[in-house]
């Protein structure tokens, strides 16, 4: 029965009419008692099938409501009406899911994000989210494409981990120990984790990067795409408590290899998105022009989506050091007139998203690179530059988003590795696996972590990252 059918994507390309076909879908609509448009999420657009009058049964006619999913068999005809070259003619239809017209959760007004957040196992039957949950397969697709034709291997490194030392965030604790205070103890009153199910404290990951460092000590070019997660406060249109992630890690690479290789990447899938979902984002970008049309002059973005994928695929970003985004940002009206939240007074800050964001789309108006930040707000494994204060950081930040990748070389040598480890306060004894690395054959090696959502939100042009990711967890939300 279902091997046969085609899909409506591939019926709507077909340059031929006067054959059969069975398609199966949704009803998005039903007018005049005649026309159905079907959709089964191959693509936005529609199949119109059509019910001459007269050749169906009553009792059918009325379960074709909006949302009911049906299996219709007819001829492919040309269509009369326009937008569309073909229809079809229904011979057969058959109900193979009714829809309560009455109690169907989406109507066919236009429902706020909000709402349809709040019915996330509906929401993919709209045009906006079919848009969007195509271009997230498309760029995850590209992502593994990228680096396969690469050569790089794609290491899956764990989701629960021990390992609390990176300092990436706040951490989720996994654990089967009972949570009404039966826990065992130890003489001090603390939780002994001895006897909880792996005999120590565990967590779930925020970063699989130590551990890719370990595979590229011997594959040379590994990559890791998988969950992270946050327990932080975050009520941001920019974090999740559970996102994505994608970590390459790559010895021989220097900070600038490093730049060169995030930038050649998000070119890559952005491009691929452009040619594989050119319908849906063309929607988006309708979409994003009628919702910016009801912001102030002032806050309206000057570029449309598809011109701002255009002008990212086509322009090298902007490279400078941190120490120059500060002097920008101190000497900048915004910063004299008072108008950051944290103002600029000198060299040590870390940058906040307003910072940032002045950067990318008033002053540089791209996509910038800032590197070479200062030690004391970074992580611990970042190479020291010869300056003894700067780290080999690099983050990428993205017009309307802000930060999108993270990355930097790391620290390869062993005795200053473990140097900034002591002044961190960070124990060796727990990470003696990770220093193995520096002990036995390490090489200068460099890598970096790139947010899928916040790549989805860029590409999408979607504001709220919670619309990116279908079902997101963030703070007192974990429905479905
Ligand atoms: P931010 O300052 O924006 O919170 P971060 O400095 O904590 O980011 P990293 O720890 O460097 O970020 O993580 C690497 C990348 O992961 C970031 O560049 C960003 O794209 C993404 N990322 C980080 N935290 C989140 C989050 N809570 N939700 C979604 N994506 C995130
Ligand atoms: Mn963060």
Known sequence: MFNKRIKIKALLAEENTGFEATVMGWVRTFRNNQFIALNDGSTNNNLQVVASLGEFEDSTLKRLTTGACIKVTGQVIASLGKGQKVELKAATIEILGDSDAEKFPLQPKKHSLEFL???????????????IFRIRHSLAFAIHQFFNDKGFVYLHTPIITASDAEGAGEMFRVTTLP???SAPKNEDGSVNFKDDFFGRSTNLTVSGQLEGELAAMAFSDVYTFGPTFRAENSNTTRHLAEFWMIEPEVAFNDLEDNMNLAEAFIRYVIKYAMEQNKEDLEFLAQRLEEEEKQKPQQDRSEMGLL???????????????????????????HNKKKKFQYLIEGWGVDLQSEHERYLVEKHFKKPVILTNYPKDIKSFYMRLNEDGK???AMDILAPGIGEIVGGSQREERL??????????????EELNWYLDTRRFGSCPHAGFGLGFERLVQFVTGMGNIRDVIPFPRYPKSAEF
Request: glycine fraction near 4%; charged fraction near 30%.
């Open 117 to 131: 957040r709040e019915i996330a196992h509906m929401r993919f039957r709209t045009n906006t989210f079919g848009a």
């Open 179 to 181: 949570v009404d205070g």
């Open 307 to 333: 011109d701002k994928l255009n002008f990212v695929v086509n322009n090298d970003f902007e490279r400078l050091t941190y120490t120059e985004a500060i002097e920008i940002l101190k000497e900048s009206n």
């Open 390 to 392: 700067t780290v080999a």
């Open 415 to 428: 005795d200053k590795l473990t140097a900034r480890m002591a002044e961190m306060h960070i124990p060796a």
